[in-house]
């Protein structure tokens, strides 16, 4: 078997799909996606394609290698989610070939399904106590939202009071038993992640996200290390490299790696069995479309630490179009008591509906971030 062409498909809503073909009729889907700059992971994709087309897929491991190695420069999240979406596409190849899914060649499924939350809210959160009751009463038992909006590295009370009370509606609308995940979405400098995350214990958060960016947890390490709060981070970490450091100064509770910007399923396996030495738990993050769930269900399913999927049904930023609109089947992604199965098809176990993709790729996205900005108009993290 050899790989034949690689095409790219920048779809709406802000996803960019690839598909490697081999000259025995077996494709593979992958998402190489980094959110804002699909356009130039599309072209990190053909270079890396350099390495790929004419060689047999089924030799992954050595593949990730050289172009994770082969470069010289490496790492990053343009080249790890290039990388990525590679990786997932070349193991639906040779779970396709064999008739098997990605969980059966990595060990077998330790789990037949695992808890979903659903995201609440928007960047701005909004009803989202409306929303909350809404989701538990499709069946959700966790939701997440976002928590601050700006905030200087010192700001006023009336902002974490807004935080607070933000909280303490959702948790007053869907009780004690359901989980309420608080992104903290990097925007909080070290001073004011103390306040708020000592003002949250009481509503007991199932974890606080990315209370400050990665490149300084280790200025907070003690705060976060004493917050009774389980602490998640990891979106913005792309290699096992990345986050050795942060396993070993003990301030993660739950990791969250991107199946579609931290080198694929073959990275990512790798950091859960990482994680798990260190008792930590795993939570890959996934806002992303139906390819990328996929993926990371397929780690789900092997990883004794995955407690929780992240997965983008009725995010906010699923305008044009949401995550199973892609789907040939989309009942592959079975919700049911506020979980979702792993998929048991062969490769990723989705079947993509490639005529659609063409259609909406016709259209494709510039999806850019919000540039937010302080009131004195300074630059303000988003």
């Avoid at 350099?50 to 897929?57: E, S």
């Avoid at 789990?111 to 928007?122: A, E, L, N, P, Q």
């Avoid at 409306?130 to 928590?147: I, L, P």
């Amino acid at each position: 078997m050899k790989i034949t062409s690689i095409t790219t498909y920048t779809v709406p809503p802000r996803w960019l799909f690839v598909k490697v073909t081999t000259d025995e009729g077996v494709t593979g889907w992958g998402e190489p996606v980094l959110e804002g700059r699909a356009a130039t992971v599309a072209a990190a994709v053909e270079e890396l394609s350099d390495h790929l087309v004419g060689k047999d897929p089924r030799f992954i491991e050595d593949h990730w290698t050289v172009m994770y190695r082969g470069g010289f420069y490496r790492g990053g999240g343009l080249h790890m989610s290039a990388l990525a979406g590679l990786d997932q596409a070349l193991w639906d190849i040779r779970g396709k070939a064999l008739g098997v899914p990605v969980h059966e060649l990595l060990g077998g499924r330790l789990r037949d399904r695992i808890k979903v939350y659903s995201w609440i809210g928007g960047d701005r959160p909004g009803e989202t106590a409306e929303q909350a009751a809404d989701a538990v009463r499709r069946g959700f038992t966790a939701v997440k939202m976002n928590g601050p909006e700006e905030l200087q590295y010192i700001d006023s009370h009336d902002k974490v009071d807004t935080v607070v009370r933000n909280v303490a509606e959702v948790r007053a609308a869907v009780g004690p038993s359901v989980g309420i995940g608080v992104d903290f979405h990097g925007r909080v400098h070290r001073p004011m992640a103390r306040v708020l995350l000592r003002a949250l214990e009481e509503y007991d958060p199932m974890f606080i996200e990315e209370p400050v960016l990665s490149e300084h947890v280790d200025g907070i390490a003690d705060v976060l290390r004493a917050s009774p709060v389980p602490i998640a981070l990891g979106e913005r970490l792309y290699s096992r490299w990345d986050f050795k450091r942060v396993l070993s100064s003990g301030v993660a509770d739950i990791v969250q790696p991107d199946l579609s910007h931290a080198g694929g399923i073959t990275e990512v396996r790798k950091i859960a069995a990482m994680a798990e030495a260190y008792d930590v738990a795993l939570a890959p993050h996934c806002p992303l479309g139906p390819i990328a769930l996929a993926a990371c269900l397929q780690v789900d399913a092997v990883s004794y630490n995955a407690v929780i999927q992240e997965q983008s049904l009725g995010i906010h930023y699923n305008t044009a179009n949401d995550l199973l609109d892609y789907l040939a089947d989309a009942s592959v992604f079975d919700y049911s008591e506020g979980m979702v199965a792993i998929p048991s098809g062969p490769g990723l176990g989705v079947d993509i509906d490639e005529e659609y993709v063409a259609e909406r790729a016709r259209e494709g996205h510039r999806w850019r971030n919000p540039v937010w900005r302080h009131t004195d108009g300074s630059f303000a993290e988003w």
